[in-house]
């Protein structure tokens, strides 16, 4: 196939497709230019994350580890046509999956992991990389990341096969599995095209036309209760740590209003009255320490007080976070009130 490339109406020039090369070419390119999988096609709103090429799982190097900003995880299997191993790019790419949910449960050793990928290609962290990729306040990367470490901790994985052509057998089988199995499996056809120092992509989605009928198979998991909440929050962090925070910071909050309650959620914890949710006001306990963040203006009265206070705070994307380690939770008691009673104005 070749297509036409002119200027203005004229000179036209007639390009013929480039061969990739390299599978580790296709790679870099994904890498580096995640919109080449059109994600987007399923829903507009979709945007794609690439944090690690060449993942180490048991079974293999996953080519590219992604997400999106729902927390979904994208497993990234790539191919080039002449490759004879395209016949079994599936069961290779369910294989990583099965070895990703199996030996990476300890979500703090996963994200290590990722993190060092990600500081070295593009010197952040990867909350940073996260925060400022999908433009999120970080309450809000807490619960993505929450819905990620759900995700692989339940095998719950988004399966991308990209390559310079998919053959005929390759896409039913993609949608056989996407229409008789919990699966998402998508593939990937990319033409690539190079004209003087411009290159053309156009990607092309398969797979996502299947629409799953399938829930009368598998029912849905009941949501968590309160208490296997707070039994997840232990296996986080620690009971120590989830002790701190139910007697000593609730016992501060509790002077500031005596009808506080303590609610557990899966990325987060949040303080009720009379069973009502403020949203401006949440907690995310670490092993070490308790992050206290409100959704307010920057205000100088609260900064001054924070410098007089001598506490671990800042203000960034009109939230103010605290960082306050579970053994000075009483020491800075006077700031950690004023903190609270902030949220309530």
Known sequence: MAIIISKNGKDAVKVNKTPFGLEEHIQQYIYENPESIPLYDINDDIKLLILAREFPTQSGPIDALGIDKNGNVYLVETKLYKNPDK????????????????????????????????????????RERIQSFFSLEETEVEELLGSMAENINGGNFKFVVLMDSLHDQLKDLILYMNQNSKFDIYGVEVEYYQHDEFEIIIPKLFGAEVKKDISDRRPSLPAMSEEELREMWIGRVSETSIHSIEDGFMNIAKEVDSEFELKYHKSHLRL??????????AMVPQKNYL??????????????????????LEHRRNEYKLKVEYENISKQREFIKYFIDKFLL
């Open 272 to 281: 009720t009255q009379n069973g009502q949710q403020n949203d401006l006001f």
């Open 291 to 312: 992050l206290l963040f409100l959704k307010i203006p920057f205000s100088e009265e609260i900064n001054a007080k924070g410098k007089e206070a001598n506490v671990d």
């Open 87 to 126: 016949r079994t790019v599936i069961a290779q790419v369910l294989d990583y999956g099965a070895s990703l949910w199996k030996h990476h449960k300890d979500f703090d050793s996963f994200m290590l992991r990722i993190d060092n990928a990600v500081q070295e290609n593009f010197h952040q962290t990867a």
